[in-house]
């Protein structure tokens, strides 16, 4: 038996709907594979925390979550706390904390969901966006001088570095040697940008020299977002900084027909730490409590859990599960169907179940 640690981190809004159903889905996988387990332990950081306590999760927070073997973590956002207070206390400490430098975001047209792109159908838009998720515009460099004065200063400085941008560099050409069209997309900004994004440029050439068997191209971000509305077919594997990736990440996630199903995982790729997936979705206070938030991004991140845990066969029952239920109609409101969470769970828990291989 293959036991596997999980710190679930339900946290805001429909967070805790969310990660209840992927409990669920996972027990009755474990169940069904047979020899592994999930041992669950929550966790109750988050904005109710932080109104209590002052902070979003204890001092020693980081300490606490180390023996894990992954994190669960819903969402983070309330009405009543300031955005980067409720970021920059919970969920951008632990990318940092434990050196999550590689943001994984599959994206495709799941069945069941349509695109707004005429014409594009389930295939046609298959990508995985590799974000760089531990410097560049991130990197909470910067200040501000005069506060308040006509004079008043704000800087926001990106960094890259030399070995910031060669490992997520060689982690995005190893995952697109992976895939079946071993092609990856380096985007950056490097006409703009004269400096970071100029060695952007040059280490993915470097790198390049390591994986003879990928092809790439290169592409400016702003070029890029045509490219991804006109040409989807044309894109595999993608890598670009914190924020470019985070802006063509939500793109992506639209273009695919929801954002509700999209899935990210922080990875440690030196599985020195816990590695950290979760939904993309926000906390969506509009629906919270309602029973109808679509739980497919965090079922498909738990299957990028599970892949990171080296459990690939589980990974890929999970997601055949979760695409049969989607096909079959059984969807949430938010890609036009009725179905509710508990209804979506329960179906991808019978999918799992009735499986035959
Ligand atoms: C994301 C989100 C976050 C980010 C927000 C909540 C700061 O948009 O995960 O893409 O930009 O990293
Ligand atoms: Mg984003």
């Given at each position: 038996?293959?036991?596997?640690?999980i710190?679930?981190?339900?946290?805001?809004?429909?967070?805790?709907?969310?990660?209840?159903?992927?409990?669920?889905?996972l027990?009755?996988?474990?169940?069904?594979?047979?020899?592994?387990?999930?041992?669950?332990?929550?966790?109750?950081?988050?904005?109710?925390?932080?109104?209590?306590?002052?902070?979003?999760?204890?001092?020693?927070?980081?300490?606490?979550l180390?023996p894990?073997?992954?994190?669960?973590?819903?969402?983070?956002?309330?009405?009543?706390?300031?955005?980067?207070?409720?970021?920059?206390?919970?969920?951008?400490?632990?990318?940092?904390?434990?050196?999550?430098?590689?943001?994984?975001?599959?994206?495709?047209?799941?069945?069941?969901v349509?695109?707004?792109?005429?014409?594009?159908?389930?295939?046609?838009?298959?990508?995985?966006?590799?974000?760089?998720?531990?410097?560049?515009?991130?990197?909470?460099?910067?200040?501000?001088?005069?506060?308040?004065?006509?004079?008043?200063?704000?800087?926001?400085?990106?960094?890259?570095?030399?070995?910031?941008?060669?490992?997520?560099?060689?982690?995005?050409?190893?995952?697109?040697?992976?895939?079946?069209?071993?092609?990856?997309?380096?985007?950056?900004?490097?006409?703009?940008?004269?400096?970071?994004?100029?060695?952007?440029?040059?280490?993915?050439?470097?790198?390049?020299?390591?994986?003879?068997?990928?092809t790439?191209?290169?592409?400016?971000v702003?070029?890029?977002t045509?490219?991804?509305?006109?040409?989807?077919?044309?894109?595999?594997?993608?890598?670009?900084?914190?924020?470019?990736?985070?802006?063509?990440?939500?793109?992506?996630?639209?273009?695919?027909?929801?954002?509700?199903?999209?899935?990210?995982?922080?990875i440690?790729?030196?599985?020195?730490?816990?590695?950290?997936?979760?939904?993309?979705?926000?906390?969506?206070?509009?629906?919270?409590?309602?029973?109808?938030?679509?739980?497919?991004?965090?079922?498909?991140?738990?299957?990028?859990?599970?892949?990171?845990?080296?459990?690939?066969?589980?990974?890929?029952?999970?997601?055949?599960?979760?695409?049969?239920?989607?096909a079959?109609?059984?969807?949430?409101?938010?890609?036009?169907?009725?179905?509710?969470?508990q209804?979506?769970?329960?179906?991808?828990?019978?999918?799992?179940?009735?499986?035959?291989?």
């Open positions: 038996m293959r036991t596997y640690k710190a679930a981190i339900p946290a805001d809004g429909i967070g805790p709907e969310v990660i209840a159903a992927g409990c669920e889905v027990s009755v996988l474990a169940h069904r594979v047979g020899d592994i387990e999930f041992d669950v332990t929550t966790f109750d950081w988050g904005s109710a925390y932080y109104k209590t306590h002052g902070v979003m999760m204890p001092e020693d927070g980081l300490e606490q180390k894990f073997d992954a994190i669960y973590f819903g969402a983070v956002g309330a009405p009543d706390v300031p955005d980067h207070i409720t970021l920059w206390g919970l969920r951008l400490p632990i990318c940092q904390g434990f050196d999550q430098y590689a943001n994984v975001r599959p994206t495709k047209i799941v069945p069941g349509t695109s707004p792109l005429r014409g594009v159908e389930v295939g046609d838009l298959d990508w995985v966006i590799v974000r760089e998720n531990s410097e560049g515009e991130y990197s909470g460099h910067g200040g501000r001088a005069h506060k308040g004065m006509p004079e008043e200063v704000g800087t926001e400085v990106a960094i890259f570095t030399r070995v910031g941008v060669t490992r997520i560099m060689r982690y995005a050409f190893q995952l697109a040697q992976s895939r079946p069209r071993k092609f990856l997309t380096v985007v950056t900004k490097s006409n703009a940008q004269r400096f970071g994004m100029v060695m952007w440029d040059e280490i993915a050439a470097e790198v390049a020299r390591e994986f003879p068997d990928v790439w191209d290169k592409m400016l702003d070029a890029m045509v490219r991804m509305v006109k040409k989807p077919q044309s894109l595999d594997t993608i890598v670009a900084t914190n924020l470019h990736a985070d802006i063509l990440s939500d793109l992506a996630g639209a273009l695919a027909g929801s954002l509700g199903v999209a899935p990210t995982a922080n440690d790729p030196e599985h020195r730490f816990p590695s950290m997936f979760e939904p993309i979705h926000g906390s969506a206070f509009d629906i919270t409590g309602k029973g109808i938030a679509n739980p497919v991004a965090t079922f498909w991140t738990a299957s990028q859990m599970l892949d990171h845990l080296g459990e690939s066969e589980a990974a890929l029952r999970l997601m055949r599960a979760v695409e049969k239920v989607c079959d109609g059984i969807v949430t409101p938010d890609v036009g169907g009725t179905a509710t969470t209804d979506v769970t329960d179906a991808v828990c019978d999918a799992i179940r009735g499986e035959n291989a």
